[in-house]
C-alpha cells in the first residue's frame, strides 16, 4: 500500500480486516474449546489473526495523520 490511496478505499478495507479479525477470533475460541482440537489449524488462524492486527495497524497509521491533519 502506498499513502496515494483513496481514504474511502482504506476504511472499507479496514472494515473488512477488522470483520476477518473477528470472526477468526470466534474461530479460535470454539477450536480451543473443542474436546480435540487441531493444534497446526490453531496455530494457522493465530498467526492470520496477527497477520490481520498488523495491516489493521498500517491502515489505521494511514488514515489517522489525514484525520488530524
Do not use: N, Y
Amino acid at each position: 500500500m502506498d499513502g496515494a490511496e483513496d481514504p474511502a478505499e482504506l476504511l472499507g478495507e479496514l472494515a473488512r480486516l477488522k470483520e476477518e479479525h473477528r470472526d477468526l477470533d470466534h474461530a479460535i475460541e470454539a477450536l480451543e474449546s473443542a474436546p480435540f482440537s487441531d493444534r497446526l489449524q490453531l496455530q494457522r488462524l493465530k498467526k492470520r489473526k496477527l497477520t490481520l492486527r498488523d495491516r489493521i495497524h498500517r491502515i489505521e497509521d494511514q488514515i489517522l495523520p489525514d484525520i488530524i491533519a
